[in-house]
C-alpha cells in the first residue's frame, strides 16, 4: 500500500470531477453504469443508472474479488492484475485499478462491446488516476478530510434514503 494510504482528503469538487469523467466514459463506451469503489470495500461514486442490487454489498465483493485476483497474480509470477473482466449471458462488468488504491467498475450490457469498453477506458483511468493521486496527496498531509458542504449533502442524502 502506498505511502499516506490510510488516509485521503474528499471534496466537492473532487466529486464533480469524478463524475464529468465517468460521464464523458458513459456515453463515449455505451456502458450503463460507473463505479468507484475503494479497496476497502466502499463505494465512493456511482454513474449513470442506479443498480438495482445493494451497492454496499457490491463494493465489498468488488474489493474482495480484486483482491483475490491480485493473489492469483502474484501465483502466477504477476505482481497484480490491472483488471479484470467478467462476461455474463447479458449484463457484463469490466474493473480497472486506479492509482492502486480505488477501483473504476463498469456495468455494461449488449448495447455495446468489450473492445469499444476497453478502448474508452484507457483514458478514463488515466484522468480518474490524476485526480485520485491529487487527493491521496493531499490527505497524506494530514488527516483524512471532507468538506462541510459535502458532508450536508451526504448526510441530506442518507436522511432521504432511511425515511427521516
Known amino acids: ?3 499516506g494510504a490510510s488516509s485521503w482528503s474528499f471534496r466537492e469538487e473532487d ?3 469524478i463524475q464529468v469523467v465517468l460521464s464523458g466514459f458513459l456515453r463515449e463506451s455505451n456502458a450503463r453504469t460507473g463505479m468507484i469503489v475503494d479497496r476497502t470495500g466502499q463505494m465512493v461514486a456511482v454513474v449513470g443508472e442506479e443498480p438495482t442490487f445493494d451497492p454496499t454489498a457490491f463494493a465489498s465483493l468488488t474489493a474482495a474479488d480484486f483482491s483475490a ?3 492469483l497474480a502474484r501465483m502466477i509470477g504477476e505482481p497484480e492484475f490491472g483488471s479484470l473482466f467478467h462476461q455474463g449471458e447479458k449484463e457484463s462488468m469490466y474493473l480497472a485499478d486506479i492509482a492502486r488504491r480505488v477501483i473504476l467498475v ?3 450490457d449488449n448495447r455495446t462491446t468489450l473492445g469499444l469498453v476497453k478502448l474508452r477506458v484507457r483514458q478514463t483511468v488515466l484522468d480518474l488516476r490524476a ?3 491529487e487527493m491521496f496527496t493531499r490527505g497524506a498531509a494530514g488527516q483524512p478530510t ?7 449533502e451526504a448526510e441530506d442524502e442518507l436522511d432521504k434514503l432511511f425515511g427521516a
Open 1 to 3: 500500500m502506498p505511502p
Open 15 to 17: 466529486s464533480t470531477k
Open 69 to 71: 485476483n491480485d493473489q
Open 106 to 108: 463498469v456495468l455494461f
Open 131 to 133: 485526480i485520485f493521486e
Open 146 to 152: 471532507v468538506e462541510t458542504g459535502f458532508l450536508g
